[in-house]
């Protein structure tokens, strides 16, 4: 894509889930226009568009073989954006972590209540002062 970086190009062809699809199904193998089109109610040349996107984001090469033009899949530039995904799915990681122990440390003086807090007792002594009356 001219003028825009590799990476914005992907995730621009990542954008939609017919191209989604067809990256699934060529993950299996190679297939032809018309292989691609079987499972999706859309016509062969909207296919080849989404065709096209994929290839100008370098997410597919295509081969002619006498008539037939098959699709092949390039998935180094997945690599490029796994790898910037896993940044963020590292720091949500720290993130929950840090969550998990506060609320673990929220969840375990909940349950061990300090008996010389004082409150604890006022509380004690009102609940049996209820009892007596």
Known sequence: MAGTDQL????????????????????GRDATVTELTAPHPISMPAVSRHLKVL??????????????????LEAAPLREAADWIERYRRFWDSSLTRLDAHLAAVQSADRAPDPTDPSLTTFTATAVDHQET
């Not at 621009?12 to 699809?21: G, W």
């Not at 290839?55 to 092949?72: F, N, V, Y």
């Open 8 to 27: 914005s190009a992907v995730f621009s062809a990542l954008a939609d889930p017919t191209r989604r699809a067809i990256l699934a199904d060529l993950a």
């Open 55 to 72: 290839e100008r984001a370098d997410l597919i090469s295509r081969t002619r073989s006498g008539r037939w033009r098959a699709s092949h």
